[in-house]
């Protein structure tokens, strides 16, 4: 089984509408991360959280928010999708050195 | 976190070895400096860091010269699969820094026949 999931893999949504990315992890870090990805660009950090009391808002945080339930559970939700949040969304959990990535989460935003 | 120079795009041939070039002038002295790679559309994959000396591991070797202000990653012998975007970051290894990684348009490796 994968040490990172998310949920759903793909979505299509249209906007206005609310979305909320789920992500999962088996490996016990307390350290999670969403970022997103534009074709053809790096990622963006999001949101970041250091255990489950502690949020923080990453470069691009702005129509977004995120919930942390859990040490292994940290959703992100968009509350009125618009089309240019359009991209590939990435959950990351680490170590003191090192990050790990789940699959992504593919949103189109109509 | 210091910035990172890196070549738009490689080519190399599959079983030749890799060695993508990373240049990182204004490094600090406890920035360490990590690669990681993305293959189309997937999650980035950690592969290797360090601080000063040279570093093996099963995926790879890491290069830094003296001077700390450039760095070469080396895949031995590249496969097709190898053919991903690689990045090269550097950054506080966490502690006083929350951990962020700073991704830039990283290097192209395109492994051929």
Same mark, same amino acid.
């Given at each position: ?40 660009l790096g ?5 970041? #959280? ?5 949020? &923080? ?10 919930? %942390?339930?859990? *040490?292994?559970?940290?959703?992100? #939700? ?5 089309? &240019? ?10 170590? %003191?050195?090192? *990050? ?11 | 976190?210091?910035k990172t120079t890196q ?15 990373c ?64 990045y090269c970051i ?12 700073t991704f830039g348009q990283g290097t ?6």
């Open positions: 089984d994968a040490d990172v999931t998310q949920t759903p893999r793909n979505r299509i949504t249209k906007t206005g509408k609310r979305i909320m990315l789920e992500c999962s992890q088996t490996k016990g870090h307390d350290r999670m991360y969403w970022y997103r990805q534009d074709p053809g990622l963006q950090l999001i949101y970041y #959280s250091f255990d489950v009391k502690d949020i &923080n808002k990453g470069e691009i945080s702005d129509g977004y928010s995120v919930s %942390r339930q859990a *040490q292994a559970k940290f959703s992100l #939700s968009l509350e009125s999708a618009i089309p &240019n949040q359009t991209a590939l969304y990435f959950c990351a959990t680490s170590t %003191r050195d090192t *990050q790990y990535f789940g699959p992504g989460t593919r949103l189109t935003v109509l | 976190d210091a070549p738009p795009s490689m080519d190399c041939a599959e079983g030749r070895a890799a060695n993508l070039p240049n990182h002038s204004t490094i600090s002295g406890n920035e360490y400096v990590y690669w990681y790679r993305q293959i189309h559309s997937q999650g980035p994959q950690y592969i290797i860091h360090g601080l000063k000396n040279n570093e093996t591991n099963e995926m790879a070797s890491l290069i830094i010269t003296e001077d700390r202000k450039s760095s070469t990653l080396i895949l031995p012998h590249a496969t097709l699969r190898d053919t991903a975007v690689y550097v950054r506080v290894a966490s502690g006083t820094s929350y951990g962020k990684l192209i490796l395109t492994v051929h026949p």
